[in-house]
């Protein structure tokens, strides 16, 4: 009984571990509330480190030409990446017209986009560090490809 004890306080740690290490980059929220025609309400709440790692299984070739439109970016990108991990919280973007309102923010190592309108609400939330992983491996994809 105390082996049978054991096996199980072992496989509850490595799961315990796993959870750990799938949510240590962070997680990604994106929820939607839409209100006319029909009310609906979509809330997803996933671990970050799961967009890179599926990145990874796409085919090299089914990113068509973005990756190689990405690769002379990529410089400015890592570097404004690496500055918006840095500074503290900020409003990148605020736009107020008549019915809605659109804010794009940075707070704590994640980038905030709420939409308001007189229809809908949305708010996506994603970590840095899973955005700068996305985007270097759809960079790479490039040098991956058979062209």
Known sequence: M???????????GVAAAGVG????EGMIEVNMVE????????YVLAPAAVVPMAVHFIPSHEFGHA???LQPWM???????????EVDDVTLVDVTEPG???VVA??????VVDVNDRDE???VSAPIRAISSTIEQVAAASHDSPN
């Open 100 to 102: 809605q309102h659109v």
């Open 75 to 85: 410089p400015t990108i890592r570097a404004a990446l690496d500055q918006l991990r």
């Open 2 to 12: 105390i082996v049978l004890g054991k096996v199980a306080l072992g496989i509850a």
């Open 35 to 42: 209100r006319q025609p029909e009310a609906h309400h979509v």
């Open 106 to 111: 940075k707070k704590g190592g994640s980038v």
């Open 67 to 69: 990756s190689a439109e």
């Open 121 to 123: 609400t949305v708010h």
């Open 21 to 24: 290490l799938i949510c240590s």
